[in-house]
């Protein structure tokens, strides 16, 4: 059966990693290296939050629902999360040495931010959100055009 045969085949591609977004899961979960670099290709201009987490870490599980609250909430940005217990050589790779840690990352700007915040701190967060996604918006005139 032809229908039946592309019906599989349908099914066997990988979902594109930033569909796996879901409004009841807005943080999408890395599975390593090819995922990360996945991402953030698939991200393009995008802002991107990585959180690195371990499961053992009381202030990662401290602050999750605030994490998630915030990826609803701002959903043009790209919210991603890792766990650095499953992937520790990539997160020691890319600087991770506390938990919970975050990495900004800013289209062809690359990583702009590398920070640890935990629930002590966690009012910190918003804020850099926010002056990153409004810093991405701003038109700046370099020149005045006169002719």
Known sequence: DPAAAAAMKAAAKPVPILRRRTETEPVIELSGLSE??????????SLVV???YAPWCRSCRAIEPKFKRLAREFAGVVWL???F????ALGRRLGVDSMP?????????????DFSCGPAR???FRPRVEEY???S???HDTEEFSN
Not at 36 to 45: E, F, I, N, S, V
Not at 85 to 88: C, L, P, R, V, Y
């Open 36 to 45: 990360y670099l996945a991402a953030l290709d698939a991200a393009q201009g």
């Open 50 to 52: 990585l959180k690195f």
């Open 81 to 83: 999360q890792l766990d």
């Open 85 to 88: 217990e499953a992937h520790k």
């Open 101 to 113: 840690r975050f990495h900004f990352y800013a289209g062809a700007a690359g990583k702009v931010e």
């Open 122 to 124: 966690w009012e910190t």
């Open 133 to 135: 996604l409004k810093e």
């Open 137 to 139: 918006c701003e038109i």
